[in-house]
């Protein structure tokens, strides 16, 4: 019925108690789940009441997933539609991140974002033209490969078409064969592009860990072989520097040895877990393990300061740094958990610094970096245009760990959930009913480029019935960003 008398009093009890809310008596995790009555959010103090960082994990996740997915301009069909990710690489790596929160917080939260993610190999390879550095790839196989470690044989059957398994191998394949330097420069390695202008670490890295896992998985020999050759020209270009085991960023073609650039954090990252990965192959585990933990501490020796970590470009990275340091932690906990799998005398010390790190780096994040947007004004970035929710939702993070806030963006969200993630107790169970969370996704709009879709000075592409937006450096010809 509706009493103008009794809406009235409504709205005078809503009032007062937003009010009440506001102050700074409530908790603000109390004033979000009864403020936006119209979001559907998990109670994640339900879910993880007894671990801190399983539940900062499930707020930020929904943060990001409400906030940034899918992208208002969805017209692209290749690639998963975040709203904002600087680049195509982002939108793969995230895909990990959401899979480690539902492999750590024992739960089947946003299931359907990650399984509605999967691409074939030539849609990846439209999505970024001419084509994609190898690189980017590569974290597609990644994601996917981890993937198909979550989800299990039953819901990614290797002999089913179109599954994460299969086109983990299809991207794989491709990178070898186009990314590998068959004429042996400097001893071989993958280039970074089809440039064939740079070989950088980060996409041998990145295939030494797959050909490891892949061998893990199926025994194929064959993997054995392309790991021991991927290693082979790692070690003779010193990309590990053995004095002091920083891992560089590249190789100088001319001297074929280590470019001497030290400080990204996802390169000591994706070496760590390609070492874990790569040592059972070529039967040099300890030794392995030990240069594995080498790097581990000499990247948080020199990227820490006062306890947090703190990427080597700050405050001046450009996007794509953003992320590292959320790749830098994920790795870090899969060397955790391959020492918990794997009890060696000697780890219980390093395990603690681990631990300790991980946790208090979210400490940090939590006191120092976080924003609630439903309680005070958080800058928050909507590259793509605005969000398809109505309601922004927080918590919302921006890029340095140590704060103060000051704007965000999917980008830098992701590399704080990928802390808090990595944070989470290996004991750690999820309980009550959101532990399935997953709610229903808008749908796209579909636009075209007469709606000018694209951030400003990024020109729209059209290709066909759907579009792209390059970079500002770039031009579209003829449906290609060039």
Known sequence: MDDPQHRGKLLFALAAFLMFCLGKFMPIKTCQNDVINAVTQPNCSEAYPSDIHAYRACMSAFALQHNWYPSPIAGLFS??????????????????TLANFMWYGNNTMYKSVITASIRDLWSLLVA????????????????????????????????????????????YNWIWEYGWDE??????????????????????????????????ITGNDSFANQTETIWKFIDDNNIINN????????????????????????????MISALVEAGPVLNRTDEFLN??????????????????????????????????????????????????????????????EYISYLRNNSDTVWKSDRCEP???????????????????????FSKDFRGPYNISNPIT??????????????????????????????????????????????????YSDYYTCCEPSQKCVAGYCV
């Open 79 to 96: 690639y998963p539609v975040w709203n904002g990710f600087d680049g195509f690489w982002q939108d793969g790596a995230a895909l990990e």
């Open 128 to 171: 970024y033209g001419p084509q994609p550095s190898y690189d980017d790839m590569g974290w597609y196989a990644i994601s996917y490969l981890r993937i198909h470690e979550v989800l299990g044989p039953a819901d990614d059957d290797p002999t089913s078409y179109n599954n994460f398994f299969g086109e983990t191998i299809q991207i």
């Open 183 to 216: 004429y042996g420069e400097c001893g071989g390695g993958f280039w970074f592009d089809q440039t064939l202008g740079s070989k950088q670490t980060v996409e041998n890295a990145q295939m030494l860990f797959l050909a490891a896992k892949l061998h893990r």
């Open 243 to 270: 004095v002091t085991f920083l891992v560089a960023d590249g190789i100088n073609l001319t001297t074929c040895g280590s470019d001497e650039v030290y400080g990204p954090s996802y390169n000591m990252g994706l």
């Open 291 to 352: 240069i594995a933990h080498s790097i581990a501490f000499a990247a948080i020796k020199l990227l820490t300061k006062n306890g947090t970590l703190v990427e080597y470009c700050t405050p001046t990275c450009d996007d794509d740094a953003k992320l590292f340091k959320g790749i830098f932690l994920r790795n870090l906990r899969y060397l955790l958990d391959y020492m918990d799998q794997n009890p060696r005398r000697g780890d219980v010390f390093r395990k603690g």
């Open 374 to 396: 439903l309680n005070e004004k958080c800058d928050v970035m909507f590259t793509d245009g605005p969000s398809l929710n109505d309601v922004t939702v927080g918590p919302v």
């Open 413 to 462: 969200q992701t590399a704080v959930l990928d802390l808090f993630v990595s944070s989470i107790n290996s004991e750690t169970k999820c309980a009550g009913k959101d532990c399935g969370f997953d709610p229903p996704q808008p749908t796209p709009k579909p636009l075209t480029c007469k709606n000018n879709p694209c951030p400003p000075n990024q020109p729209c592409c059209a």
